[in-house]
């Protein structure tokens, strides 16, 4: 029988151990331990702490939730008031607030702290001897909100701080928000249930704070970063903002990794362009960077002005949403025939360039959003992605606002449009009947990743659409169709353009088999599955009468790309095409059909870590593909061999605890030379 000390010691080493892995694994995202095992040490605790509920206290890692709801928020006066930052909203206002600094220190160049601009929550959280005791939102900046309750459901806000060197009374800024993936989630989950999904993660954010139930709060993904401090009882904080941020590191609160320090004007822009340039590519919204005077002596002799202090300024990126009149709804007819709804806008400036059209997906899409010709819309452009319309301000909807009816026509060739059932896009079923869908096609055909046809852009396979003489792929290769002199007196063409165009075209016609079958653009038949249908098996024909079973072996060719393969090829007019264009001098070697080559590995299963000296890992894997072996990710007790190149990942540790046989790199060369059986 334990002890009631024997019970306390194991609650104490149990937290500590919870603790770490928590920091570990939010703090640093670096997890040491499995889910599985961390959820095992949860549960060990709880089961300790049931047995010794006099031992559990507010700090305890199973503790984080479990309040109970509020009626509402009680006030929190700031000691030390939450200041709020001024813009620069271009490179100018930039570089007159450097001016500004370093003729009021009387320096040549400042050093700066530089930060990304988070876009959630700005929030105190205050700790009295290492214990986490307030939350409080930001308020008017005196005045804000005890939250304390939610905020404590933060996995990466420590309840209690690390190590033993802080002051008796911290209190931390920062900003909560919610990372993408956890607001996409967040928003299936609201729209499954029935409920309204987020504009974004900044509002899922604020709204997940703002719950009185912290049950709720504690299903959201929510995380913070701190990037300051408040009240502080001793002065024992370096004299330095980037030291003192990590001072907050060391105690386990969470800093961004992307905080630098920069040096005078130029430093800020550059930090600018690189976080800009990062912006799309992290896991959360930004709005912008920071830049603060590193130095504390520095900033005190900045002081204030109103609410802002003098010596930080947050330098913001163009916006990424803006509000504009939808003119109406007109429809796009794509090279499988979808339809896609595209919202003509009056011209907006968002992300960085002035928007005209954005995309409404589908009919379903139109009809959740219920966007109207005539509404006030809210436009969102980030990064290189197809601006969209992300809601409708309805407030400002007029009385004539005409909602929208998917055609049951085509707009461009007047066929019958069909919805299959189940799926959200309606198609045109005309096929290349259609000219929108033979403009796709035929720019499909002649991209670079297809046939690769320079000098045939958008524009030219327009034109030649619309005028007649582009009638199909095959017209490209017929000189009696499309001679020079038509080329040449299109729009920006000329004599040397159409022979240049000619000569693009017939370099054109020595291809492979694999960009043929891509150019073709069959349905769900990208180049990863042209490729694996080319080397499968070898030859055109023997594609074009193989049936479902004979499909169904080639790697990752499933039931639907073998229904489409199967309906193209059955067209008439599609082999029509494929004849002509061959007749036409379209031609490329036929290869070894890997169907027909000797398979000793099938049947094994083989996993890559590490870097190899004489191949890629691509490389390693399409030899041992082509020898009938299966190539994965993770090593399993199934694994047959893992191959060990340099640096290896953590597979080979795995490899070794289930027994699994390990190669080398020249293990594995002589294992492709001379596979098992060859010579038996
Ligand atoms: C954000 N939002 O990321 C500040 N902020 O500093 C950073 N906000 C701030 N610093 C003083 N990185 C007031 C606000």
Known sequence: MPTSTDIAASIAQLRCEINDHNHHYYVLDDPQIPDAEYD????????????????????????????????GFDEVAHRVAMLSLDNAFNDDDMLA???????????????????????????????????????????????????????RTISSVPLRLMGDD?????????????????????????????GKPFANPRNAAAGSLRQLDPKITATRPLAMYCYGVGEVDEQRLPTSHRAILACLKGWGLRVSPETDEVYGAAGCLE???????????????????????????????????????????AHKFPAQEEMTRLIGIDIQVGRTGALTPVARLEPVFVGGVTVTNATLHNEDEVRRKDVRAGDTVVVRRAGDVIPEVVSVVLAQRPNDARAFVMPTDCPVCGSEVRRAEGEAVSRCSGGLYCSAQRKEAIKHFASRRAMDIEGLGDKLVEQLVEVGWLNSVADLYDRSALPHEKLAGMDRMGDKSADNLIAAIDKSKQTTLAHFLFSLGIREVGEATA??????????????????????????????????LRAFFHEPHNREVIESLQRLGVQWPDVVAQKDLPQPLAGQTFVLTGSMETMTRD???????????????????????????????????????????????????KLLEEPPNSSD
């Open 40 to 71: 095992r040490l949860m549960q060990r605790l709880q089961a300790l702490e049931r047995q010794a509920p006099e031992l559990i206290t507010l700090e305890s890692p199973t503790q984080r939730v479990g309040a109970k709801p509020l009626a």
């Open 619 to 669: 490389e390693a894997k399409g030899k041992l593909q082509a020898l009938g072996a299966k190539v994965t990710g993770s090593v399993s007790k199934k694994t047959s061999y893992v191959v060990v190149g340099d640096d290896p990942g953590s597979k080979r540790d795995k490899a070794d605890k289930l027994g699994v046989t390990l190669l080398d790199e020249a293990a594995l060369r």
């Open 531 to 564: 490729r694996a249908l080319a080397n499968h098996f070898g030859n055109l024909p023997t594609i074009m009468e193989a049936d479902e079973e004979a499909l169904l072996q080639v790697a990752d060719v499933g039931p639907v790309v073998v229904a489409n």
């Open 97 to 151: 607030f450097d001016a500004r600094i370093t003729k009021g220190l009387e320096v040549e160049q400042v050093t700066y702290c530089a930060e990304p601009k988070l876009d959630g929550l700005a929030v105190s959280l205050r700790y009295e001897n290492g214990l986490l005791v307030r939350a409080a939102t930001r308020g008017d900046g005196r005045v804000g909100e005890d939250i304390t309750q939610n905020v």
């Open 271 to 313: 930090y600018y362009r690189k976080i800009g340039a990062k912006r799309d590519a992290l896991p959360y919204e930004i709005d912008g960077v920071v830049f603060k005077v590193n130095s504390l002596k520095q900033q005190q002799a900045l002081g204030f002005v109103s609410r802002a202090p003098r010596w930080a300024i």
């Open 166 to 194: 802080f002051p008796s009374v911290l209190e931390v800024r920062g900003e909560v928000y919610m990372p993408r993936v956890g607001f996409d989630a967040l928003n299936k989950r609201q729209r499954d249930h029935g």
